[in-house]
Structure formats: structure tokens, C-alpha cells
């Protein structure tokens, strides 16, 4: 699994701990919502404050 982080057009670095721990997290929330496909294969995050 691959998760970039992108802030202000900026790409953050991440370690693999990161990496997991945040693409597990965001994984667990889509999956558990009605209308995503077990099969995905690319999830986009935006959010704007």
C-alpha cells in the first residue's frame, strides 16, 4: 500500500510506519461504507480547511 500526503502542494514525507498505519485507517473507513467496492484500487482524500 501507498499513501503520498500532500500539504499546500507540498509532499510530506512518510516512513513505512506511516504509511501502514494511515492507509489501514482510511481503508477501514471507506470499506465500511455502503457503496465502495471491495475491489478498489485508489482512494483520493481532500480535504480544505
Known sequence: MEVKLVVD???????????????KVVEALATSLKGVREDWNNI??????
Do not use: K
Request: net charge negative; proline share 5%; charged share 35%.
Open 9 to 23: 502542494g507540498e509532499e510530506i514525507e512518510l516512513n513505512p510506519f506511516v504509511m501502514r498505519i494511515i492507509g
Open 44 to 49: 483520493e482524500i481532500e480535504v480544505v480547511r
